[in-house]
């Protein structure tokens, strides 16, 4: 592999809707998306795919063995942004995935599997939902939901696109995405390479609690019932409650809204949003329950839970795990095994095959911001070991046999 002018490539792609303070951002269907995807067309084109873009932003990239019957391999990740963001989100896997190809392609050996690149729209949070491209091309979108097709349809979207999108997929072997760890642990464990067990689950409620408006000068703290109060009871709560399932359960609340909102009036009612995330769908559960049950002994005011979001957990295939194991001793990379906290394109690729995911580490965590960086080396390693993966894979005519991870 040239890393020297995989750099370039990258550097050129990734910089697309950059501002003058180093930021980047390019948003579902905005004009530095379409410039990207424009930009990725002639890239992927170059490295010899047949290439299109469908209906809902998604840039393919595709390559026939030619054997009847074979099965495709697809790999990729996402060309959007979050607002502000920074230029490995995403990106990196794209490039790896093409430049994987890329070695694939020169190498001699027989060619056994098909390749089927993805570039995908909308995997940040945005109106239509996240891994907006990758639902719609897997068949999880589902347009008849009351007030869908008039938020799709700003973006100049019709019902029949979203059929269009869909692909069978029957053929697909497996899908692999090369992706920045955006946490810090990697990089604060000096290691190299994170081979990914599984992507969390996610679950998000609406909480509103009600108490009581009153003056806040004459109403004495014994008769208060105060909203605010019994909200930040909560949020203590959850932060405890995480912290007693150790590091593999995370709950945030990261919005909040207070009415009347008041200097001098006692809050009356708060609304707020909890998120947990956690690779244990069971352990989810068991923490929303408990949730609620916390909720319920408040004292002075009273709260009402409301589901928003829910996300299975995503298990990574075993076979890939131990192949990634195999590879990254061959080269003598140091890596470790370990979940997803964030979600991904691989959310909506599982639901039709196997998955599997390759961390690089992100320099202090940083990740959703302009000070986003890895290391060229790191991101290196990450490619390398995309490209043996593949190789591997398509040797084998397969996964190989069944492993745990």
């Known amino acids: 592999m040239d890393f020297e002018r995989i750099y370039r490539d990258f550097t050129e792609l990734a910089r697309t ?18 410039e990207v995807a424009r930009k990725t067309k002639a890239y992927m084109e170059g490295a010899g795919l047949t290439v299109w873009t469908d209906a809902c932003g998604n840039v393919h990239g595709t390559w026939s063995c030619g054997v009847p019957e074979a099965k495709t391999v697809y ?28 070695a694939f392609l020169a190498d001699p050996a027989e060619k056994r599997v098909n390749v089927h690149i993805l570039a995908t729209n909308g995997e940040e949070g945005n109106d239509l939902g996240g891994t907006f491209g990758s639902r719609a091309m897997a068949g999880l979108v589902d347009p008849d939901v009351p007030g869908y ?33 955006q946490g810090s642990t990697l990089d604060k464990a000096g290691e190299q390479i994170g081979i990914v067990t599984g992507i969390v689950g996610l679950q998000r409620y609406g909480i509103t609690v009600s108490g009581e408006s009153n003056h806040a000068g004459t109403t ?30 995370v709950a945030t609340v990261g919005t909040i809204s207070v009415f009347p909102g008041a200097v001098s009036v006692i809050p009356e009612q708060v609304e707020m949003v909890l998120e947990i995330r956690n690779l244990s769908e069971e ?20 709260t009402k839970f409301q589901p928003i979001v829910r996300k299975a957990p995503v298990r990574c295939d075993g076979r890939i795990g131990k192949m990634l194991e195999g590879l990254c ?12 906290g ?64």
């Open 17 to 34: 809707g950059e501002s003058a303070d180093g930021s980047v951002t390019r948003l579902l269907f905005d004009k530095s998306f379409w």
């Open 75 to 102: 790999m990729g990740s996402h060309l959007d942004t979050v607002k502000e963001g920074g230029l490995y989100d995403g990106m990196l896997g794209v490039v790896g995935a093409v430049e994987a190809f890329r």
């Open 149 to 181: 097709m008039e938020k799709a349809a700003a973006y100049g979207l019709k019902r029949e696109d979203f059929d269009s999108v869909q692909l069978p997929m029957k053929d697909g072997l497996c899908y692999l995405e090369l992706h920045i760890e």
């Open 220 to 249: 004495m703290m014994v008769y208060r019932k105060d909203a605010l109060v019994g909200a930040a009871k909560l949020i203590v709560g959850f932060d405890r409650m995480a912290r007693e399932y150790g590091n593999s359960m």
């Open 283 to 302: 352990r989810l559960d068991r923490f929303a329950a408990d949730a609620v049950t916390m909720g319920r002994a408040i004292p002075d005011v009273e």
């Open 329 to 340: 001793l061959k080269e003598g990379y140091s890596f470790r095994k370990m979940p997803s």
């Open 342 to 405: 964030a979600t991904h394109d691989g959310n909506a690729m599982a639901a039709k095959m196997p998955i599997g995911m390759i961390f690089v580490p992100s320099r202090d965590g940083i990740s959703h911001n302009k000070k986003e960086f890895t290391p060229w080396e790191d991101a290196s390693r990450g490619m390398q070991v995309l490209s043996g993966l593949l190789k591997k894979i398509n040797s084998q005519g397969g996964l190989g046999s069944d492993y745990g991870l």
